[in-house]
């Protein structure tokens, strides 16, 4: 009984499958919702560290001191030198007189500070660099320039916010990648027990002619259409959880240095992965699941 691909058939198929098994059906949807909901969470996450990390990055920034004996005119003449090194995003010249207030800034109830003459401070720069991973090498060729006598890099702090940045990706994508294996097989094992009712019928359009094509597509619609629904249903439960989560720690007095993304403006990436997600874990749940049916 071969026949050629008819989608409406498929469709109708599927979807009538879907209602005839309606318990099954609600079940898989709601183990979708719940794996989808567990991979979103621990990627938000990720997503806002690596986002206060990136921050704290931006503001890293170390400093290079200028010989004593150099005029500020001479002192400004090594800026270009400096915008020249690889990685050097932003440099900015800070004379002695504006370091010396830096300094006095706070202090000026501290008679020992108050006198102070701006010649006891160098002339310096404050350098940003665009990779904070490649911050050491840059170091290193800011201090081989003629003029710069010394430099103060808080390197290990550097190296710091490299390393929890590695850590929380790396563990972020072990967990979702774990979460995705379990949830491939919940589907299929749930998916499986509404086909194990149909096993008769199947079985008797094997019989009767039916390709493997013919009887696995309306599955895999019904497949497509339960990943779809779970997607769209975890997608606006993520939306509310990370809300309510958002507004419990911007309200917190103990997490004011904690930044959290607005969740608008995560959208356009979220949408689209949990659709994507949901889809392939209902296609690939349901092509799982009725493997062993299809061999009679």
């Not at 010989?67 to 010249?93: C, G, K, M």
């Not at 509404?194 to 497949?223: D, H, L, S």
Request: net charge negative; with cysteine; hydrophobic share 55%.
């Amino acid at each position: 009984m071969a026949k050629k691909f008819d989608l409406g058939y498929y469709c109708s198929e599927g979807v009538h499958s879907i209602f005839t098994h309606g318990f099954m059906s609600f079940a898989a949807v709601c183990m979708i919702v719940a794996c989808l909901l567990i991979m979103g969470s621990f990627s938000l996450v990720a997503v806002n560290l690596d986002n206060m990390l990136g921050d704290l990055e931006a503001e890293n920034i170390f400093l290079a001191y200028v010989d004593e004996t150099y005029t500020e005119e001479q002192s400004r003449a090594l800026q270009s030198e400096i915008e020249a090194v690889p990685n050097v995003s932003d440099v900015t010249f800070v004379t002695k007189g504006e370091a010396m207030e830096d300094y006095k800034a706070g202090r000026e109830n501290n008679p020992l500070v108050a006198d102070l003459p701006d010649e006891v401070l160098r002339d310096r720069f404050e350098i940003h660099v665009k990779d904070i991973e490649q911050m050491e090498a840059a170091v290193e060729q800011v201090k081989l320039i003629p003029g710069i006598v010394n430099t103060r890099a808080a390197l290990d702090i550097a190296q710091g916010f490299v390393t929890v940045r590695n850590i929380a990706a790396g563990v972020a994508i072990v967990l979702v990648s774990i979460l995705a294996v379990v949830s491939l097989f919940i589907i299929a094992n749930t998916t499986k027990l509404a086909f194990f009712y149909r096993r008769e019928e199947i079985a008797i359009m094997k019989m009767c002619g039916a390709t493997n094509a013919f009887i696995r597509w309306p599955f895999i619609v019904q497949g497509m259409i339960l990943g779809l629904a779970g997607a769209v249903v975890a997608f606006f439960l993520q939306w509310g959880v990370y809300e309510l989560v958002s507004k419990a720690v911007i309200q917190s007095d103990g997490m004011s240095l904690v930044t959290i993304l607005p969740f608008t403006s995560l959208i356009v990436n979220i949408l689209p992965v949990f659709c994507g997600a949901g889809l392939l874990i209902g296609v690939v749940g349901s092509v799982l699941a009725i493997r062993k049916f299809l061999q009679v």
